[in-house]
């Protein structure tokens, strides 16, 4: 059983900072991409940054680039969003996604498999 578990959330004013993990354990996701989705109230679940396996590609939200950074570390099945120059309309639940399947590569939401309970992220100015 594979266990995604998310930490670091919680609230920040704007233009400050933040540090999201992601733990996964059961079992061995480190051939599959990963990446961070987040959700606020009444809008659809997007794709925040997401990230190969072996960190060769990236990519992030338009709005995000340049003030998030997404990195995995393998060796200690985590994967870190580091999250600057926050914004209010960064509010949201941020959720940490194992794509599964040994794939390397993909952001369509579909393809991942396993998924966290999410992480709160509040910014007020």
């Known amino acids: 059983q594979v266990q995604v578990v998310e930490s670091g959330g919680g609230s920040a004013q704007v233009g400050g900072s933040l540090t999201l993990s992601c733990t996964v354990s059961?079992?061995?996701?480190?051939?599959?991409?990963i990446a961070w989705f987040r959700q606020a109230p009444g809008k659809p679940r997007e794709l925040v940054a997401a990230?190969?396996?072996?960190?060769?590609?990236?990519r992030y939200l338009e709005s995000v680039k340049g003030r998030f950074t997404i990195s995995r570390e393998n060796a200690k099945n985590t994967l870190t969003l580091q999250m600057d120059s926050l914004r209010p309309e960064d509010t949201a639940m941020y959720y940490c996604?194992?794509?599964?399947?040994?794939?390397?590569?993909?952001?369509?939401?579909?393809?991942?498999?396993?998924w966290g309970q999410g992480t709160q992220v509040t910014v007020s100015s």
């Open positions: 059961g079992n061995d996701y480190t051939m599959d991409a």
């Open positions: 996604a194992v794509v599964g399947q040994m794939r390397a590569w993909t952001v369509q939401q579909l393809d991942y498999t396993y």
């Open positions: 990230i190969s396996w072996n960190a060769r590609y990236e």
